[in-house]
């Protein structure tokens, strides 16, 4: 089965730090691209960060989060620094080849004092 | 304010066909393919069309997109009441070197 599972989700104060993983299953992770997509409460979907052959990165997060991959791990990862109160949203990891097919069930960061 | 412009809202009723509007720009949707998403509350996002106008396998034939210059629009036809979801369009843009999503359009079916 066909399956990502973020973890590594919770609350952080500003200034602080996390790392997400996501754990790929049931595909040949090594050769997909992969992306990391948030969803603020009660908002809209927002692109993060995106790893194939290349990184890209949304401008609100450049500098502050770094996305990487263990092809041998079948992990995704997102490091997330200068964590900022409009930071905080659900976090979706996905495949990431000229769209997003297969998503995670997310997890949760919450930035707050 | 996204980069690409959906209304927030859109309704019908059972059994009509319903359209939702996508519209961008040169650097993202003249260019490159768009992508549809439908998000349930409280569930992660289901891709529902890709490269304009394809469907993933499992995505009834109902659902339909198109394309023309700088705009997108998703189809459905044949509205039922679990279609009553969030819709999201997406493109990759050159200038800001990443995906860019439309605001979404909420979807209910009256």
């Known amino acids: 089965e066909v399956e990502l599972v973020e973890s590594g989700g919770g609350l952080v104060q500003p200034g602080g730090s996390l790392r997400l993983s996501c754990a790929a299953s049931g595909f040949t992770f090594s050769t997909s691209g992969m992306g990391w997509v948030r969803q603020a409460p009660g908002k809209g979907l927002e692109w993060v960060s995106s790893?194939?052959?290349?990184?890209f990165s949304a401008g609100s997060v450049r500098g502050r989060f770094t996305i990487s991959r263990d092809n041998s791990k079948n992990t995704l990862y997102l490091h997330m620094n200068s964590l900022r109160v409009d930071d905080t949203a659900v976090y979706y990891c996905?495949?990431?080849?000229?769209?997003?097919?297969?998503w995670g069930q997310g997890t949760m960061v919450t930035v707050s004092s | 304010q996204s980069v690409l412009t959906q209304p927030p809202s859109a309704s019908g009723t059972p059994g009509q066909r319903v359209t939702i509007s996508c519209s961008g720009g040169?650097?993202?949707?003249?260019?490159?393919?768009v992508n549809w998403y439908q998000q349930f509350p409280g569930t992660a996002p289901r891709l529902l069309i890709y490269i304009n106008d394809q469907r993933p396998s499992g995505v009834p034939h109902r659902f339909s997109g198109s394309k023309s210059g700088t705009s997108a629009s998703l189809a459905i036809s044949g509205l039922q009441s679990e279609d009553e979801a969030d819709y999201y369009c997406?493109?990759?843009?050159?200038?800001?070197?990443?995906?860019?999503f439309g605001g979404g359009t909420k979807l209910t079916v009256l």
């Open positions: 997406a493109s990759w843009d050159d200038s800001l070197n990443g995906w860019v």
């Open positions: 996905a495949t990431d080849n000229n769209g997003f097919k297969i």
């Open positions: 790893i194939s052959t290349a990184i």
């Open positions: 040169n650097s993202n949707v003249g260019r490159h393919s």
